[in-house]
């Protein structure tokens, strides 16, 4: 890495850029998908109610993945 650093000129501001616009894509589409998959506690509460009637679920914060993991096979 040294002999790297040493041997190589500094990039310039649009090739660095245009690297950090790249690795972040993946986390920004992340985000933009997870932020869509809100669902609101009235239509939560009766599902898992239904699906895990041994959980005391009051005052509870509800995850979208345990309604996912209940709901599909």
Request: charged fraction near 10%; charge should be positive.
């Amino acid at each position: 890495y040294r002999y790297f650093v040493l041997r190589n000129k500094a990039p310039s501001t649009r090739v660095t850029v245009i690297s950090n616009l790249i690795l972040s894509a993946p986390t920004t589409i992340c985000f933009v998908s997870a932020s869509l998959d809100v669902v609101g506690n009235e239509y939560l509460y009766p599902l898992l109610s239904l699906y895990l009637p041994q959980y005391d679920l009051s005052g509870a914060t509800y995850l979208g993945e345990l309604l996912k993991q209940t709901i599909t096979p």
